[in-house]
C-alpha cells in the first residue's frame, strides 16, 4: 500500500517540478540565425515580401502579417503557427550583390504555459527559424545549407 503513495508522491514532484522549472525559464526569446546563399539579395527579398509565396515554401503553415521595421532594409513579420496557435515576429534581413546573399533571420517569441516553455528552453527556442531557413534555402534548391547561430 505504501508504494501506491510513494509512486504518487514522485509523480506528483514531478510535475511540480515541471512547473516550476518552467516558471523560473524566461518566457520571452530571442534567436538569430544565418545563412549564406548562392542568390541575387533583390530576388530573396522580393521572395520574403511576397506574403502570398510564404505557402509554397514555409515548413509549416502559418498566417502572416506585415509589420512596422525599424528601417528600410529589415522586413518585419508578425508569425502565427497554425499548428500550434504560437505567435512570433520575424525579422528578415538580406544582404548581398548580384551572385550571393547573406540571410539573417531574428526570431522573438513568447511561451506561456511554464510546462511547454520548460521544455522549449531545454531543446532550444532556435529550432522554428533553423527550419525556416532551411526550407528557403530549399526553395532555391539549395540543399545542406549551414545554419549559423548568432
Keep these: 500500500m505504501y508504494w501506491i503513495l510513494v509512486i504518487m508522491a514522485a509523480i506528483a514532484a514531478s510535475l511540480i517540478a515541471l512547473v516550476v522549472g518552467g516558471l523560473v525559464t524566461p518566457a520571452e526569446y530571442r534567436v538569430v540565425r544565418r545563412m549564406h546563399l548562392q542568390r541575387r539579395a533583390d530576388d530573396v527579398r522580393a521572395l520574403l ?24 532594409q529589415t522586413i518585419a513579420l508578425h508569425v502565427t503557427d497554425d499548428d500550434t496557435e504560437s505567435q512570433l515576429r520575424w525579422e528578415w534581413r538580406v544582404e548581398g550583390d548580384d551572385a550571393h546573399s547573406v540571410v539573417t533571420l531574428t526570431e522573438s517569441g513568447r511561451v506561456g504555459n511554464p510546462v511547454i516553455r520548460f521544455f522549449a528552453a531545454l531543446r532550444g527556442h532556435g529550432g522554428n527559424a533553423e527550419r525556416t531557413l532551411r526550407a528557403l534555402a530549399e526553395h532555391y534548391n539549395e540543399f545542406g545549407v549551414s545554419v549559423e547561430r548568432l
Aim: charge should be negative.
Design 49 to 72: 515580401t511576397d506574403l502570398a509565396a510564404y505557402e509554397q515554401w514555409a515548413p509549416s503553415p502559418t498566417t502572416i502579417e506585415r509589420q512596422e521595421s525599424r528601417d528600410a
